[in-house]
């Protein structure tokens, strides 16, 4: 456990300065291009310090100090402490996007298609080899019916005008890692996720009612939710 401790701080020390440039590049509403440069000074962002602020200018970009190592800390303490390797470096990988979508999500409420294909895709190819590693390729095609299960589940309020459309693409890379543990682990996530974001957004709407704030307008980011709604499932099951 300690080993774990330590290698998840270290993790969240190096792999944190990249997810910051990556927020940052992709936290713009919807229809601006991507930030790919500080709009103070020009400098290149390729990564950014745990405080936060530009290494040109010191201008600050994206979210507060420490934020992103803490919580990238924590996934990755959470993903060593799976019961089987396989299900570890699942974890890894869906802490590395997920980690960026999360706060890109809570920043602007936009869930970017490079990053939501980017963890699907990965997660496809990871799945893929663990299964046929463990012998167990049939347990794909449970993979590819959870997926598509929960792609259908998300794109209908997607149609509705109530959701984003990241937020099906998410479901989609989410679903089929939940696949891997049954059906049983999919609804688990599902029921994580609406407990989690009712939570959020009571909280949000008795925030707002004490400060004699507007209550609409205020809309409740499901990407966080959706993730960490995973990843207790995964580790309850693995």
């Given at each position: 456990?300690?080993?774990?401790?330590?290698?998840?701080?270290?993790?969240?020390?190096?792999?944190?300065?990249?997810?910051?440039?990556?927020?940052?590049?992709?936290?713009?509403?919807?229809?601006?291009?991507?930030?790919?440069?500080?709009?103070?000074?020009?400098?290149?962002?390729?990564?950014?310090?745990?405080?936060?602020?530009?290494?040109?200018?010191?201008?600050?970009?994206?979210?507060?100090?420490w934020r992103?190592?803490?919580?990238?800390?924590?996934?990755?303490?959470?993903?060593?402490?799976?019961?089987?390797?396989?299900?570890?470096?699942?974890?890894?990988?869906?802490?590395?996007?997920?980690v960026v979508?999360?706060?890109?999500?809570?920043?602007?409420?936009?869930?970017?298609?490079?990053?939501?294909?980017?963890?699907?895709?990965?997660?496809?190819?990871?799945?893929?080899?663990?299964?046929?590693?463990?012998?167990?390729?049939?347990?794909?095609?449970?993979?590819?019916?959870?997926?598509?299960?929960?792609?259908?589940?998300?794109?209908?309020?997607?149609?509705?005008?109530?959701?984003?459309?990241?937020?099906?693409?998410?479901?989609?890379?989410?679903?089929?890692?939940?696949?891997?543990?049954?059906?049983?682990?999919?609804?688990?996530?599902?029921?994580?996720?609406?407990?989690?974001?009712?939570?959020?957004?009571?909280?949000?709407?008795?925030?707002?009612l004490a400060?004699?704030?507007?209550?609409?307008?205020?809309?409740?980011?499901?990407?966080?939710?959706?993730?960490?709604?995973?990843?207790?499932?995964?580790?309850?099951?693995?």
């Amino acid at each position: 456990m300690i080993a774990s401790a330590l290698g998840a701080v270290l993790a969240g020390v190096l792999v944190a300065p990249a997810l910051r440039g990556l927020v940052v590049r992709y936290a713009v509403p919807e229809g601006e291009a991507w930030c790919l440069a500080c709009p103070s000074c020009g400098r290149e962002l390729r990564g950014l310090p745990p405080t936060g602020r530009c290494p040109g200018c010191r201008t600050g970009l994206g979210p507060g100090p420490w934020r992103v190592e803490a919580v990238t800390a924590a996934a990755a303490a959470a993903a060593l402490v799976a019961a089987h390797p396989a299900d570890a470096l699942l974890l890894l990988w869906l802490a590395g996007p997920g980690v960026v979508l999360g706060f890109t999500d809570a920043r602007v409420h936009r869930l970017p298609y490079p990053l939501t294909w980017t963890l699907a895709a990965g997660l496809a190819v990871l799945l893929t080899g663990v299964q046929l590693a463990e012998d167990a390729p049939g347990v794909l095609l449970r993979c590819l019916l959870v997926a598509l299960a929960a792609g259908v589940l998300f794109e209908v309020p997607v149609q509705l005008g109530l959701v984003g459309a990241g937020d099906t693409v998410l479901a989609l890379g989410l679903g089929a890692l939940l696949g891997r543990y049954g059906w049983s682990a999919a609804f688990a996530a599902l029921v994580a996720f609406v407990l989690l974001a009712g939570l959020w957004s009571v909280g949000v709407l008795l925030t707002a009612l004490a400060r004699r704030r507007p209550v609409r307008g205020r809309e409740v980011p499901l990407g966080p939710f959706l993730l960490l709604g995973t990843l207790l499932a995964v580790l309850g099951h693995s």
